[in-house]
């Protein structure tokens, strides 16, 4: 089974900051690499599917990359409405494995 | 509107038995992968199964093979979880979601139906 290690599990950071958080496939998933955002009492939130597409209605603050095995998700500046815990899911024929999640709480 | 809606979840005792339904509107359901995914109290989300369109594959997470079966009706744009032999680390909120394999992410997410596993 593939693994998916993400990292760090909290990011302490302020309105502005620039945010990145890592993820990393236990083997290659090519580009099938999505990240979500999920906040207390509510069902993830798609935020980047296929490594770096941004799904509808997602500001452009947010931002993905990588290939293989290393990816990442970066918030160019940390809004408010932005802290909430992230995850990225691998999705490839045989399985949807998720990160164990990044909090990004106020510093 | 794409939406997913699940129901039957509810209090088991351990080594019961449960049927959780996903009914989905707003997108062409048989064309799509199909997953369940679920969220212990305080903690991540793990994947727990995912059907391909026409229920031809099915995969799971090792802890709960040859417990839960995952399996849909495209005539009723429904897909199920039958969830067997429950344990108490099965305790979570499960959610329906369209995607999450065959290279579809997961999107949309229903509100989630809250499984205790609890004597």
């Known amino acids: 089974d593939i693994q998916m290690t993400q990292s760090p599990s909290t990011l302490s950071a302020s309105v502005g900051d620039r945010v990145t958080i890592t993820c990393r496939a236990s083997?290659?998933?090519?580009?099938?690499l999505a990240w979500y955002q999920q906040k207390p009492g509510k069902a993830p939130n798609l935020l980047i599917y296929?490594?770096?597409r941004l799904d509808s209605g997602v500001p452009s603050r947010f931002s993905g990359s990588g290939s293989g095995t290393e990816f990442t998700l970066t918030i160019s500046s940390l809004q408010p409405d932005d802290f909430a815990t992230y995850y990225c899911?691998?999705?490839?024929?045989?399985?949807?494995?998720f990160g164990q999640g990044t909090k990004v709480e106020v510093k | 509107e794409m939406q997913v809606v699940e129901s039957g979840g509810g209090l088991v005792q351990p080594g019961g038995s449960l049927r959780l339904s996903c009914a989905a509107s707003?997108?062409?359901?048989?064309?799509?992968?199909m997953s369940w995914v679920r969220q212990a109290p305080g903690k991540g989300l793990e994947w727990v199964a995912n059907?391909?369109?026409?229920?031809?594959?099915?995969y799971y997470v090792g802890s709960v093979k040859g417990r839960f079966t995952i399996s849909r009706d495209n005539a009723k744009n429904s897909v199920y979880l039958q969830m067997n032999s429950l344990r108490a680390e099965d305790t979570a909120v499960y959610y329906c979601?369209?995607?999450?394999?065959?290279?579809?992410?997961?999107?949309?997410w229903g509100q989630g139906t809250l499984v205790t596993v609890s004597s």
């Open positions: 979601v369209r995607g999450g394999g065959g290279g579809s992410s997961s999107s949309p």
């Open positions: 707003g997108f062409t359901f048989s064309t799509y992968w």
């Open positions: 059907i391909n369109q026409d229920g031809t594959e099915k």
């Open positions: 083997q290659s998933i090519s580009s099938w």
């Open positions: 296929k490594v770096s």
């Open positions: 899911q691998q999705y490839n024929n045989y399985s949807g494995t």
